[in-house]
């Protein structure tokens, strides 16, 4: 149960619901639903069960439901399904979270256990009889993408980093979360090297975890905290934009944390409203004709799959305008819903399964279109595409690296 | 002609007379119970759902009060599955005076009522949406009651004891000489059949009708003065303790939890006919009205169904007849051996639904001296069938149930999560029922979409199984919707419109429902078929064009309600 007159049993007292028609239109678009009968779907445990939850949660089933959001964005009367769903599986785990979840929702804590041993860590996590271990004690599935540890973080570039010449524009605020601090170094380094190539002076201040891994498996108390934490951590320049390149932790910052968890803080909403994704933030550019397109010819054809959670931002496909102009390239929008990873849900032993069916019509995609190569914008979602396909699957900006001729 | 021979004739089958037939039955007399339409279909079913601490009338009748408080008990008691233990609160809105909380305090400690007064801060700790501006919270012990639920256990339970209860029979006459009652006439709707049953003693517990049951012994009318109310169910609990405003009664002063629903009352205007009950617009603003005093923003909220009950209150000479409000509840008992010189005839009238039991107590007790016996009255002391002692019942219930058997038995109606296993098993129970009484059993299309996806399913289930055919189950389900439509023209706005709109597409633009066979005559029902308003659309497509959502232009539309002219002059149907 709910403490009394939290923001969850307000959300659970549910504002939205009552725009519901029925119309069955999120049950159509739900992926998981396509794939498996165990889930009841969007409508039947958000806006129709909610009438039957007054702040105790019975329908476990709805833990089925991986928060890909999908639901919430295709309604067409405003119903925030997903944040409903969030919501009631927060009240559902409340007090008897899994170890796995507390673990796998702490992205950089095995970040860092893992850079001092990474070596180890990467052959644990490839060793079979290892994950199998995992998946028998923590209920990890053994055939799970998992990322590859590195011996050095991002920050460990950036403390011998200098720029390569003086800045000619203003500041911007770098944002790589915790992915990119630990596992996706290279996808950091590249994105502050345009950044620093267009001129932008780049300040990337001390910054923790924005708390979605740990609000997508119900931890709300800890997700707000970190969140806080960030919203803080990242106001250091309170005119500078904020650019990012993890594009799920900016859908927590600009919406979620607001939405799902009723975090209100002036903070929050301030560092929310000014953090771009960084497609978005250099499609903005192009859009304004300042954005250099001195770009070198790249011939190449690869499927691009946009994140729920970039979809969940409801500003198209930066990445797909921003790429058309690198000249050679062609990038194909693989249109599938969901990759099926849905941050950590595609990892657990009892939803694998789910995950990949979820993930397949994107995966048949990318085999079609280049077996080899495939752009997505979020790191797990690019360990999902990776280890289903065996392609290598980069993050845009790889791209613009390359064009603007950066390595 | 059917002939039966009983003790006891019980006429109507609200809670009032089942909680008779169930007494009778206890103490040992056969009885049968007639009504001319469902089992509580009457104003049963037409109340806000609360199951009253007694703290509506600590003030003004601490007798009702005590009666309430003794009588929540018991009944939480002995039907426990109907019953939700919500709690209730009386709270000070700014607009109130806070000095009827000390009357209010007073009259609980006369009334022997539970009551304890609470920071106003933690009664919004548990009730975030109440008005913050309240002054003054009292928690009482208040919960909710589906009078459906009361009215079928208390008959299984009279069932068990040789009781028999007859719905869908209409008395036509009762029959007596030398001064003693000897039989009533009566007709099964269902079948057209004439019955008749002799018996010595009648009970009349018609309610709001009882003056209709004593013309039919060609006795002057009991003096019933109908009370009618309205009630507004909003999509969903906007709060889970029963939420009263602390000021003496008056149009609007409470929100009832019940099941998925809240469910805001309520009015009272004096009508000369209980048949006859509308919903007027400017009644249902004022319930709007009053909801923001107690919950600032209960407009945006959605409605979903609107209906009139009438209480079934006895003349009171200590107050004017008009002034229904201030007439006592408590009960009254009219023996016609003394005012008619008539034996073997008792009317009740006035009371609560939540002190149903004690009514029936006093009545079979009245009954009991004019035959001169006295069997101990121990309706209070037995759990109904199908109830498990000491667990009420919680909103969660049926998704709980859904989650356990959702992988075997489909969803027909998804507001009410009443899955095809439920319906078919009812279906083949009762092949005869129209889909209101399934409704009543099930909740089928009482949720927000009211019918809109769940009927045709209804209808199609119904003939897939073959249990009616085709027409017959077009028929009724054109029926249902008319049904549904009258408790939603009156709230039609906003989501609910949006959802109406929605609904009609598909009923009629897929489904063409102008067009699918159904039977000439439909048995209509003696009770559901109700005029909407004096001034209300029978169908959305008699709105006029601005107040409709736009509509596809291709598709062919019918009128498939009945013209007003055709349906019976009779009350609304409830949520």
């Known amino acids: 149960m709910f403490e009394p007159a939290s923001y969850e049993s307000n959300l659970l007292a549910r504002a939205s619901l009552d725009q519901c028609v029925k119309c069955t239109i999120c049950e159509t678009q739900c992926p998981v639903l396509a794939v498996t009968p165990l889930f009841s779907g969007p409508k039947f445990v958000g806006p129709q069960a909610e009438r039957y939850r007054h702040g105790l949660v019975v329908d476990h089933s709805l833990d089925y439901c991986s928060s890909c959001g999908t639901c919430t964005l295709v309604c067409p009367q405003g119903v925030k399904i997903a944040e409903l769903n969030s919501v009631a599986r927060a009240a559902m785990k409340k007090g008897h979270t899994p170890l796995r979840d507390q673990i796998i929702s702490r992205t950089s804590f095995m970040g860092k256990a893992m850079k001092p041993v990474a070596p180890l860590a990467n052959a644990v996590l490839h060793n079979s009889a290892a994950r199998w271990a995992m998946e028998k004690t923590l209920g990890i599935h053994r055939k799970a993408a998992m990322p590859t540890a590195h011996s050095h973080s991002f920050s460990d570039w950036w403390k011998k980093h200098t720029p390569p010449s003086a800045p000619t524009r203003g500041k911007v605020v770098y944002f790589h979360g915790c992915a990119g601090e630990f596992f996706e170094v290279e996808t950091s380094i590249m994105t502050v090297e345009v950044l620093e190539h267009l001129g932008f002076e780049v300040i990337t201040p001390t910054q923790g975890c924005c708390g979605l891994p740990m609000q997508s498996n119900g931890l709300f108390d800890a997700a707000r905290k970190h969140v806080r934490t960030l919203a803080d951590q990242l106001g250091v320049e309170p005119d500078a934009p904020i650019v990012a390149s993890a594009s799920s932790c900016v859908t927590m910052l600009k919406h979620e944390a607001h939405d799902i968890m009723g975090v209100d803080d002036e903070s929050l909403i301030k560092v929310g409203s000014r953090i771009r994704e960084v497609s978005e933030f250099l499609l903005d550019l192009a859009d304004h004709d300042d954005l250099p397109l001195d770009f070198s010819p790249i011939e190449m054809t690869a499927p691009y799959h946009a994140p729920c959670q970039l979809k969940g931002q409801g500003m198209g496909r930066p990445a797909v305008e921003l790429l058309k102009l690198i000249p050679g390239l062609t990038v194909v929008d693989a249109e599938a819903t969901c990759c099926g990873i849905a941050g950590t849900y595609g990892v657990k032993k009892e939803k694998y399964d789910i995950g990949q069916a979820v993930g397949r019509p994107l995966f048949d995609k990318v085999r079609e279109i280049n077996p080899d190569f495939a752009i997505c914008d979020t790191e797990t979602c690019r360990w999902q595409i990776a280890t289903a396909t065996g392609a290598t699957v980069v993050h845009p900006i790889w791209f613009l690296h390359k064009a603007y001729g950066l390595g | ?575």
């Open chain 2, 1 to 575: 002609m059917k002939k039966l021979v009983t003790d006891v004739v019980v006429i109507g089958g609200g809670t009032t007379g089942i909680g008779v037939l169930r007494d009778c039955a206890m103490r040992g007399h056969r009885t049968i119970l007639l009504d001319r339409a469902d089992l509580a279909q009457g104003t049963s079913g037409r109340f806000h759902g609360l199951l009253n601490s007694g703290g509506r009338y600590v003030v003004s009748d601490p007798e009702s009060a005590r009666e309430c408080a003794s009588e929540n008990a018991i009944v939480s008691r002995i039907q426990p599955n109907a019953v939700e233990r919500t709690g209730g609160l009386f709270v000070v809105t700014p607009a109130d005076d806070p000095a009827f909380g000390d009357k209010f305090l007073a009259g609980a400690a006369l009334a022997d009522m539970p009551v304890q007064e609470i920071d106003p801060a933690q009664a919004l700790a548990r009730e975030p949406r109440l008005n913050h501006g309240i002054k003054r919270a009292f928690l009482v012990e208040d919960g909710t009651v589906d009078g459906w639920q009361i009215a079928w256990s208390a008959t299984a339970s009279a069932k068990q004891y040789g009781g028999q209860a007859l719905p869908y029979h209409k008395v036509t006459q009762v029959h007596h000489s030398n001064g003693q009652v000897t039989g009533v006439a009566a007709t099964d709707l269902k079948t057209g059949e004439e019955v008749m049953i002799d018996c010595s003693f009648v009970l009349n517990c018609a309610g709001p009708w009882a003056g209709q049951i004593t013309r039919m012994a060609g006795l002057p009318p009991v003096a019933v003065v109908p009370g009618r109310g309205i009630m507004i169910a909003m999509n969903h609990r906007l709060v889970n303790t029963v939420i009263n405003r602390c000021i003496p009664p008056s149009d609007g002063d409470i929100i009832v939890p019940a099941h998925t629903v809240c469910i805001i009352g309520t009015t009272d205007h004096k009508v000369d006919d209980p048949d006859h009950l509308v919903v007027p617009r400017e009644e249902v603003q004022q319930m709007f009205d009053s909801g923001e005093e107690l919950i600032p923003g209960f407009r945006q909220a959605r409605a979903l169904h609107a209906w009139a009950g009438a209480r079934p209150l006895i003349k009171d000479d200590r107050v004017a007849a008009t002034d229904t409000r201030h007439m006592s509840r408590g009960m009254a008992v009219i023996d016609h051996s003394q005012r008619d010189d008539l034996k073997g005839l008792i009317t009740i009238g006035g009371g609560k639904l939540t002190t149903y039991r004690l009514m029936a107590e006093h009545i079979v007790d009245a009954m009991e001296e004019q035959l001169g016996q006295s069997h101990p009255c121990r309706t209070g002391d037995e759990v109904c069938p199908g109830n498990e002692p000491g667990h009420n019942y919680l909103v969660t219930h049926r998704l709980k149930d859904r989650e356990a058997d959702r992988m075997t038995s489909p969803i027909i109606c998804e507001c009410e999560l009443m899955n095809r296993s439920m319906l078919v098993d009812l279906l083949k129970q009762n092949p005869l029922d129209n889909f209101d009484d399934l409704r009543r059993q099930l909740r089928v299309g009482m949720g927000p979409c009211q019918g809109g996806f769940c009927s045709s399913r209804v209808a199609g289930v119904a003939c897939e199984e073959g249990v009616i055919d085709a027409t017959r189950s077009t028929g009724l389900l054109k029926l249902f919707l008319e049904h549904r439509w009258i408790g939603l023209w009156p709230i039609l706005h906003d989501a609910q419109v949006r959802q109406a709109a929605l609904d009609e597409w598909i009923l009629h633009g897929t489904l063409d429902i102008g067009h699918v066979p159904s039977p000439t005559s439909v048995e209509r029902d003696p009770v559901d078929d109700a005029p909407i308003d004096e001034t209300g659309p029978t169908t959305m497509e008699e709105l006029p064009p601005g107040a409709r959502a736009p509509q596809p232009a291709t598709t062919t539309r019918r009128r498939t309600r009945a013209p007003r002219s055709q349906a019976a002059n009779t009350p609304k149907e409830t949520k």
